[in-house]
């Protein structure tokens, strides 16, 4: 990434680390922030400073709105039902609607951010997939 690309996203690390977080709770049937969770996972991966608040910020957003997260992804994808998906687009699509939900990030990264989470992490078709969930939601959000 470059110096440049920094600068526009600087939470960009945080929505990676957030994906990983997520995706451990999910395989480990944890479905509630847990402080001491969090605590290691930041130690383990040596997430530093502004990394941590944002992805604190993330997780915990994730987890308080976990039924609307899921219920909104359910309604925005056709023929899909959220346990049918890989729990890594799980991870990126609650994520990002969470983020469009709070309207503090253009839409425009969160979707950009997400599609590059999915290439990097899932399957093949993932990033379409994400994409086109993702654009659905914006013009409800926007």
């Not at 110096?3 to 996203?9: G, N, P, S």
């Not at 608040?53 to 899921?70: H, P």
Request: hydrophobic residues 40%; charged residues 25%.
């Amino acid at each position: 990434m470059t110096e440049t690309q920094t600068q526009q996203h600087p939470n960009a690390k945080s929505r990676e680390w957030a994906i990983q977080f997520l995706y451990q709770s999910e395989i480990e049937k944890m479905f509630f922030f847990s402080e001491m969770h969090f605590d290691r996972f930041v130690q383990n991966f040596q997430v530093e400073g502004r990394q941590v608040t944002y992805l604190r910020k993330l997780v915990e957003g994730v987890f308080e709105k976990l039924t609307e997260l899921n219920d909104a992804i359910d309604d925005n994808s056709e023929n899909w039902n959220l346990s049918r998906m890989p729990v890594v687009d799980r991870c990126i699509l609650r994520i990002s609607t969470l983020e469009l939900m709070q309207k503090t990030t253009p839409q425009k990264v969160i979707i950009n951010e997400a599609i590059e989470l999915a290439k990097k992490y899932s399957t093949e078709n993932s990033a379409s997939f994400v994409n086109g969930i993702l654009d659905k939601m914006a013009n409800k959000f926007a």
